[in-house]
């Protein structure tokens, strides 16, 4: 196994002060994930048997709770760095607890674009290359700006980095090639190069970057093109939505390929995971535990938090669910509201206006338009009627309504729980169920109707008469 040694580095003790939040700033999360993963599932991709991520003692328990959960306690590592002297000095604090692997790759907490195929190249490179010591990524950009100049001599071979405030000439400062922050070094060179590093420049820091002079002098030092994507770093949060943005188009490119059909610009996370054959329109947010199955649509505007979508099931324009499972063939919304612990069996249809919480709809129950569910059970291809609301609440405690199989809510009825209606049974429109109904029973609340004959004709005629004496008396007092 080629990648057996190696070790990969992640720096992440700086400070983020530009992020202006009490977060540490590898923690912000990106299309659903701490933009720390990013790197350090890019090195485990790339084939480094473990992790070592250089912490603060400020930021090291939520970073260390957070990617033990994710990655496992063997692959991640954590190494403190106190205080923070540069990046020559975290990457010697992370050597340190590595455990001396014969190679070792350094990138940035900050960086979540890298992929596991730019940390590949980097080792490939220094791997191929006779005599190499260490081998970093770069990039050309036409407004070089902050980042660390890439210094070569005239045969084109690297002398040195210069980090942009040590800059020495307006000939320096033109060099478009500068540092990306990615790197691959043999361990034994980086660890004797680390320990010679020396503070004396322009931010008093111990630069991680004097290591390329030290390999250059060896004749030893790889600068390797690499993509302008691939080194965006994350200072503030301008640059934290410029991040998130381009995740969300490689993410959306991903389930394309994978054959999942992604109109205009979803937000899908990180987390979500979507089977072939799905749709997934413009302006949808797909976040956390999500899980779309085959066939199923999730239409304009929908946003979709924890929940399983079922195959072939339909999510029409504008629906939120959260928590909830929808199964096959069931259609929600438009503008439907799914609320935690909902669960739509197959075929079940809850429609515009309806908001469902802690409720199962059996298989082909349906509820189309304008009613409030919670703490329910409606039976198989039971009805439930416009404005049904289901009255769960008595201002202490929550309270179940069951309705049966093939049970019909007329429109417009309250079941005040608990409560429950029996298969079969019928509730005529506008009746308020305050005790159970038996199976196959007729329930009415409402008050007769009574007509009166004329008097419709007499009422209007009384009110018009009203209205003109009023205005009448409105001209004759604005006269006087
Ligand atoms: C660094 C490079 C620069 C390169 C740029 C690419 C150096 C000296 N310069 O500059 O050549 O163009 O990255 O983005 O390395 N960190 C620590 N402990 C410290 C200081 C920093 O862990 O004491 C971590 C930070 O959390 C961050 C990373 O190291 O994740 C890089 O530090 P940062 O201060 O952002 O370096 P740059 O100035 O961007
Ligand atoms: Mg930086």
Redesign the pocket.
């Known amino acids: 196994m080629p990648n057996q040694d190696l070790v990969a580095i992640v ?4 400070r ?1 002060t530009r992020m202006k939040s009490a977060l540490s700033k590898v923690l912000h999360p990106a299309a659903g994930r701490p933009l720390v993963h990013f790197p350090v599932r890019a090195a485990l991709a790339a084939g480094a048997s473990r992790v070592v991520v ?1 912490v603060s003692p400020e930021n090291h328990d939520s970073i260390a709770a957070y990617l033990s959960g994710a990655f496992g306690r063997e692959r991640v590592r954590f190494a403190v ?1 106190d205080p ?4 020559g ?2 990457a010697r604090v992370g050597l340190t607890s590595a455990r001396s692997p014969s190679r070792v790759a350094i990138l ?4 979540p674009l890298v992929r596991a195929e730019d940390i590949q190249a980097l080792v490939s490179a220094l791997d191929h290359t006779p005599g190499a010591e260490l081998s970093f990524m770069t990039c050309t950009l036409s407004e070089p700006g ?3 100049r890439v210094l070569r001599d005239q045969a084109g071979e690297v002398r040195a ?1 210069r ?1 942009a405030k040590d800059l020495e000439s307006a000939e320096e400062a033109r060099i478009q090639e ?4 990615v790197y691959a070094a043999h361990a034994p060179f980086l660890s004797q190069a680390l320990e010679g590093l020396r503070a004396d420049n322009a931010q008093g ?1 111990l ?3 004097d290591v390329i002079a030290a390999a250059a002098a060896r004749g030893g030092a790889l600068g390797v093109a690499g993509s302008e994507e691939a ?1 965006l ?1 994350v ?1 503030d949060r301008a640059d934290l939505a410029e991040a998130e943005r381009r995740l969300y188009q490689r993410i959306a490119v991903q389930h394309g390929r994978a054959g999942v059909t992604v109109r205009g610009a979803p937000r899908i996370d990180d987390t979500v995971t979507i089977a072939s054959g799905a749709i997934i329109d413009d302006g949808v947010s797909l976040r956390g535990r999500t899980e779309v199955a085959e066939g199923a649509m999730v239409d304009v505007g929908c946003v979709v938090t924890d929940s399983k979508i079922g195959e072939n099931a339909m999510l029409k324009p504008y629906s939120v669910v959260i928590g909830s499972v929808v199964g096959e063939w069931a259609e929600v919304g438009p503008f439907a509201h799914l609320r935690p612990e909902t669960q739509l069996d197959e075929k079940a249809r809850v429609g515009n206006f309806v908001e469902v919480k802690k409720t199962r709809l059996r298989r082909g129950a349906k509820a189309s338009h304008l009613s409030y569910l919670g703490d329910g059970d409606i039976g198989e291809n039971a009805n439930i009627g416009a404005g049904t609301i289901f009255c769960n609440y008595d201002g202490f405690k929550k309270h179940r309504t069951v309705i049966g199989a093939n049970a019909f809510i007329g429109s417009d009825s309250q079941l005040v729980a608990p409560v429950t209606v029996a298969p079969g049974a019928y509730v005529a429109t506008g009746t308020t169920v305050t005790s159970d109904v038996p199976e196959d029973a007729l329930a009415i609340s409402r008050v007769k109707q009574e007509n009166k004959p004329g008097y419709s004709k007499r009422l209007k005629a009384r009110l018009q008469a009203v209205a003109r004496e009023e205005t009448e008396k409105l001209k004759v007092d604005g006269t006087k």
């Open positions: 720096l992440a003790a700086g983020g250089v760095q923070p002297r540069g990046t000095d975290a940035c907490g900050d960086t902050s980042y660390g980095i980090e500068v540092n990306a922050g820091e630069y991680l970057t080194m770093g200072n």
